[in-house]
């Protein structure tokens, strides 16, 4: 080596030994053999005061032997033509260029006795200044004894492995479909939450308004008060029971999307303590609508009208009004329910309103003579009023479309109401408990009111009742201890 080489190695050693403590003086620093090309190599050590980890760097003659970072300025590193291999900038970070002429940063650095270099991004997408963040954030986990490549890597297969699971809206919509439809009694329920919340009709086709388009495509966990409210608030006013239900569906999705670890917190479509907040009650906008209902007082003409028509729908709302029983009772009954000798109507508990899996029971009705007389047709097959299609009863709209042919409009009268019309009669013109009338309209009563109704005993006195509704109903004069007079009637 030459006295001049011998000089600059002796005043870098010095500098390096005069540094802050966190340095410990060199006495052996390495000299490389001397090469065309190169005339030394100097590699100096900083052994780190916090850790027992040797952080080195590299210098061959093409850079600097002065202490410190920011060596490389913006100039520099943009220059064209620079010859390959590594620029340091101090710190461990260098600006590598390949023999192709791209350029990349790197971080190198010894960490447990092992030499490594890790990519810190391509020059023409990582900045000077964003590369030194980067060199700084890597040296920060060596320091605490921590490889950045390995915690790089770690770190990412984490962020994978949550893109994995995450779940759209829409899909964890369609999820909580599949895991709930086998529960719900209609399967029209499907169709119906497919349409609000997956805008598809139940032709597979796009539904005429698609309300939740906006977070579908969401990832489940990201959805907001802001996205639900962007939903509900155009609807609310004029559509208030649609959106109330949207609200409900879209509660119940997030609320599975939270059992399944697919988000966290609060659930933004909760009503109590956080929508009704944002939002008026329902009852304040849209008033709960009772459906119509015929004056008991006008029944008997009704009744006389009704009787003079002829075919199925005319028998089936007839037996239906005689039993005070719903739509779906009479449209789905079938002969096996019927007990001609004891006049009685058993309701399979199957068949009795309710939620699947709720506890239900059979729902027994005395037939008065006047019932049993509306099923005296020539009728054939298994359902008591059979509809269009074979194998099949009435449709659900059946008795509505003939109410309308009478010339009942659905704001005055309708098939439900008419069990209203019952009970109002029950109240006004008879005096039968109020529990019988509960138990003749299948209505929830307590299990002690509701055995007792079952009995023999009680069974025919809720015979009584149903024949003097009935008679009632044929505009015939009733009398008897359970039917009072009002208004000059008896």
Not at 360 to 368: E, F, G, N, T
Request: proline share 4%; net charge positive.
């Amino acid at each position: 080596m030459s006295g001049p080489d011998k000089k600059k190695l002796a005043e870098g050693v010095s500098a390096a030994s005069s540094s802050p403590p966190v340095c410990q003086r060199l006495r052996n620093p390495t000299i490389a053999g001397k090469s065309r090309n190169s005339q030394y190599l100097v590699a100096y050590c900083i052994l780190c005061a916090s850790t027992s980890y040797l952080y080195v760097d590299l210098f061959d003659r093409r850079h600097h032997m002065a202490r410190g970072l920011n060596l490389l300025s913006e100039k520099f590193t943009q220059k064209k033509g620079l010859k390959p291999g590594l620029y340091s900038d101090g710190g461990g970070l260098c600006l590598q260029v390949s023999s192709f002429n791209t350029k990349a940063w790197v971080f190198r650095y010894m960490i447990a006795g092992r030499a490594r270099k890790m990519g810190l991004g391509d020059f023409e997408l990582v900045s000077l200044k964003k590369a030194r963040e980067k060199r700084s954030a890597a040296y920060a986990l060596v320091k605490d004894g921590v490889d950045p490549i390995d915690e790089r890597a770690a770190r990412l297969a984490a962020q994978a492995a949550e893109a994995a699971k995450a779940l759209t809206f829409g899909e964890c919509a369609e999820g909580y479909i599949e895991a709930h439809k086998a529960g719900w009694k209609n399967a029209k329920h499907a169709d119906q939450w497919r349409m609000t919340l997956l805008g598809i009709n139940p032709k597979g086709k796009p539904a005429e308004h698609d309300y939740c388009k906006t977070i579908r495509g969401l990832d489940v966990g990201a959805i907001e008060t802001a996205h639900v409210m962007k939903i509900l608030q155009p609807i609310w006013n004029e559509k208030t029971e649609t959106a109330n239900r949207i609200r409900g569906r879209i509660e119940k999705v997030l609320d599975r999307a939270k059992a399944l670890g697919l988000r966290n917190g609060e659930n933004p479509a909760r009503w109590v303590g956080h929508l009704d907040q944002l939002l008026p009650a329902k009852s304040q906008v849209a008033p709960v609508e009772h459906h119509p209902a015929m004056p008991y007082a006008e029944l008997p003409a009704f009744m006389a009208k009704l009787r003079a028509k002829e075919g199925s729908s005319a028998r089936a709302l007839e037996f239906t009004i005689l039993t005070a029983c719903r739509t779906g009772d009479t449209i789905g009954a079938t002969r096996k329910e019927l007990n001609r000798k004891d006049s009685l109507w058993t309701i399979p508990k199957e068949r009795v309103k309710g939620k699947k899996g709720a506890r239900k029971k059979d729902h027994v009705i005395p037939l008065s003579k006047a019932a049993l007389a509306a099923l005296d047709t020539e009728e054939e097959g298994d359902y008591l009023f059979p509809g269009g299609k074979e194998g099949a009863g009435l449709s659900n709209a059946a008795m509505s479309e003939l109410l309308k042919g009478m010339g009942y409009s659905p704001d005055y009268a309708t098939v439900h109401g008419f069990r209203s019309t019952f009970k109002d009669w029950c109240s006004d013109m008879t005096s039968f408990p109020n529990e019988m009338s509960e138990v003749a309209l299948s209505h929830t009563v307590s299990d002690k009111v509701e055995a007792a109704y079952r009995r023999g005993s009680m069974v025919e006195r809720r015979r009584q009742m149903m024949e003097a509704w009935a008679k009632f109903c044929a505009g015939k004069a009733v009398g008897g201890d359970n039917v009072v007079a009002i208004g000059g009637r008896t």
